[in-house]
């Protein structure tokens, strides 16, 4: 009778303990359609300030820098997201779409009049889509955390449901 109220106790337990991690799992937006390679991750114990030829780069603290290939599918997305600290974005095939949280739309790639490379930093929700596939280089300049971040997860805006 005992091993019998443990084995229930410990059911209810991993069942509220799944039904937790499916609720979380659905308030994010998990993208599809996208393979990643990551070349690089490396922390930068210094703080960077330099002003040069017009470009300006600065850090107050440590931070990691992750350098990494994202390949779209056609019709592959991000999934609804925000990163910490700073990113490069440089599309070398393709067409990409960042959407913003308001459902604004800007395109990149070679030969868009937008250009081929987007930066971004803020925490503000955002998905990237390709239609019809691209392949992208990130440059992620993160806080310096252990484990590192370079992603958050957000809901879907209002306006994308």
């Not at 109220?5 to 937006?29: E, P, W, Y």
């Not at 703080?47 to 470009?55: E, F, H, K």
């Not at 390709?130 to 955390?145: D, E, H, Q």
Request: aromatic residues 8%; glycine residues 8%; hydrophobic residues 40%.
């Amino acid at each position: 009778m005992a091993n019998l109220q443990k084995l229930a106790r410990t059911t209810a337990i991993l069942a509220c303990a799944a039904a937790g991690l499916t609720a979380t799992v659905l308030l994010a937006s998990p993208g599809s359609g996208l393979t990643s390679t990551v070349f690089v991750t490396a922390t930068n114990q210094y703080d960077a300030l330099i002003n040069q030829d017009r470009v300006k780069f600065q850090t107050k603290d440590p931070t990691v820098v992750r350098v990494q290939k994202l390949v779209f599918a056609a019709g592959g997305y991000s999934g609804w997201h925000h990163h910490p600290g700073t990113i490069i974005v440089a599309v070398e095939s393709g067409i990409v779409t960042l959407f913003d949280a308001n459902c604004g739309s800007r395109s990149y790639g070679p030969g868009n009049p937008n250009g081929s490379v987007f930066v971004e930093g803020h925490d503000e929700a955002q998905q990237a889509y390709s239609a019809a596939g691209a392949t992208v280089y990130v440059t992620y300049i993160a806080p310096n955390a252990s484990p590192p971040v370079f992603r958050i997860e957000d809901d879907i805006p209002a306006c994308a449901q």
